[in-house]
């Protein structure tokens, strides 16, 4: 699966299938939460908001690509992430691009992998 997040492919020839997206709403348990609190008093990275928001922003991803599967896609063009509070402690990621439909398949499998 192709992922990328310009706007076109250089030199491939594809059609536009339509926009994918996918979204999760996470938080973090209240003894996290908590000491992120104190964190603020003090300043500084909070990790564990971090690494919430990494692992909101993979599950997200997966559910995007998972949607254009279900279409034949063979990629995904312009990709783009939003996050969002939707309540205290929890936040919305969503990842959305535009699936794409190689005229001409790939001889080596992708132009370029997701990778972390």
Known sequence: MIIVNTPELKDKDYELLTIVHGSVVMSKHIGKDLMAGFKTIVGGEIQGYT????????????????????????????????????????????????????????????????SE
């Open 51 to 114: 690494e919430m928001l990494v692992d909101a922003r993979h599950v997200a991803t997966e559910r995007m690509i998972n949607q254009a599967k279900k279409l034949g896609a063979d990629g995904i063009i312009n990709v783009k992430y939003t996050s969002s509070s939707v309540m205290q402690a929890a936040s919305e990621v969503t990842a959305f691009g535009t699936a794409i439909k190689l005229k001409t398949p790939e001889n080596n499998g992708t132009i370029s992998e997701l």
